[in-house]
């Protein structure tokens, strides 16, 4: 089993540039797919980004602002925010899934408990 525990959200004021980590256990870590999503209240829980492999790939929204990187030595998983806007405001959550997981939160089988971020204008 895979347990996800996300920090770095917080309070960050607009053009901030925050990094979320996802901490991770499991002897199988680099096998996943990882993937970000965040979730603003009354909206829709969508895609962020993930990694797939040695690939990398990004929601148009916060493409070219937001950039994921993972350590496998350290176990852990990293969504550097630059540029922040309100807009951005959103539980952030990491996740892992195998083979075909890549934008559909159904193809994720574990996830962290999420991570308020909140951008002030």
């Known amino acids: 089993q895979v347990q996800l525990v996300e920090s770095g959200g917080g309070l960050v004021q607009a053009g901030g540039s925050p990094r979320l980590s996802c901490a991770a256990s499991?002897?199988?870590?680099?096998?996943?797919?990882m993937g970000w999503f965040r979730q603003a209240p009354g909206k829709e829980r969508e895609f962020v980004g993930c990694?797939?492999?040695?690939?990398?790939y990004y929601a148009d929204s916060v493409k070219g602002r937001f950039t994921i990187s993972r350590d496998n030595a350290k176990n852990t998983v990293y969504l550097q925010m630059n540029s922040l806007k309100p807009e951005d405001t959103a539980v952030y959550y990491c996740?892992?899934?195998?083979?075909?997981?890549?934008?559909?939160?159904?193809?994720?089988?574990?996830w962290g408990q999420g991570t308020q971020v909140t951008v002030s204008s």
């Open positions: 996740a892992a899934g195998l083979g075909p997981a890549y934008t559909d939160y159904r193809g994720y089988v574990y």
């Open positions: 499991g002897r199988t870590f680099s096998s996943y797919t």
């Open positions: 990694r797939k492999g040695i690939s990398t």
